[in-house]
């Protein structure tokens, strides 16, 4: 298969979202086998490369500074934002936005009247029971690993969205359902966020918590998580001062639950924005895959 994206084990609905994206896009995409790879909706353009094939990204962006890894067999229709164009010396006009727009059930709008939605990064719902933490706090938790249908299905019955998946952020956005961002554990990537909140002019102010929850922790995992907060590691990018250290006590998840309760009232904290901005987005990213498709001889079905 011709495109590259993150397959993570148990399912994770924005890297999921290139399966439903590009193949309705571009229906016999199949064509690039051997000619190119195809880097669309994720942080995919961190790793080494192959400098020898033809690569074409519609989307992707880089995880952090001085990541990017140039080689002549870029072909680059546009990024994530304009911290990925910069790592790559490309103009800001190719600072388009996330590629998640794209996908054709976004572009229904929400009128949900429920209770605010709170969607995990996938590897923190994994280590809690994030749906009676969010109970406790009044709102409701969204599975990251559901499918990207069930996803935006669950999102659309809820009156604000409380992200740290930032395609939880992307796709509430592109529905018109206020939203936040939060951080609830280490792994929360500042970059990737950043470069994305520039293609929209939202600022970075997401909720901070100060402890995060985990059911169990390995003795070597604990000792682990405090040399790292110790050194700081990935400061830059990451929370190390969020990493783990203990099994979280009743009391921890009560305050965390009480936290959120806090900052889900404030009703001033979720925005989103305006529909005339995101078409406007979309439209220049269509642009660029009909540039594409006529380039590679694919058919195009906007």
Not at 65 to 82: H, I, K, S, Y
Not at 120 to 143: F, K, R
């Amino acid at each position: 298969m011709a495109m590259k994206y993150c397959q993570i084990a148990g399912g994770n609905f924005g890297d999921d979202l290139n399966t439903l994206i590009w193949p309705g896009l571009f229906p016999d995409m199949a064509k690039l086998d051997g000619r190119a790879l195809f880097y669309g909706v994720g942080t995919l353009l961190d790793g080494r490369h192959d400098r020898s094939v033809k690569k074409v990204v519609l989307g992707s962006g880089v995880g952090e500074a001085r990541a990017a890894l140039a080689d002549p067999n870029w072909d680059f229709r546009w990024v994530r934002g304009p911290s990925s164009a910069r790592e790559f010396n490309l103009s800001k006009e190719l600072a388009l936005g996330d590629p998640a727009l794209l996908w054709r059930e976004l572009q229904i709008s929400a009128d949900g009247q429920g209770a605010v939605g709170l969607i995990p990064h996938y590897a923190t719902w994994d280590s809690y029971d994030w749906a009676s933490v969010a109970l406790n706090a009044g709102m409701v938790a969204i599975n990251p690993r559901q499918s990207p249908t069930e996803v935006t299905a669950q999102m659309r019955r809820c009156s604000r969205i409380l992200s740290e998946s930032l395609h939880g952020a992307v796709c509430a956005d592109a529905m018109g359902i206020p939203w936040s961002a939060c951080v609830l554990a280490h792994r929360f990537n500042d970059f990737k966020w950043k470069d994305w909140l520039d293609t929209v002019q939202r600022p970075f102010a997401p909720l901070v918590m100060d402890r995060p929850l985990v059911r169990t922790i390995r003795r070597s995992k604990a000792l682990t998580n405090r040399l790292a907060r110790w050194a700081n590691y990935r400061r830059y990018t990451r929370y190390p001062a969020l990493r783990a250290v203990a099994a979280a006590t009743v009391d921890d998840a009560r305050h965390v639950s009480e936290t959120l309760y806090r900052y889900g009232k404030d009703e001033a904290k979720f925005i989103c924005s305006k529909p005339c901005d995101v078409a406007r987005q979309r439209d220049r990213m269509m642009t660029a895959c009909a540039d594409f498709a006529r380039d590679y001889e694919l058919r195009f079905t906007p």
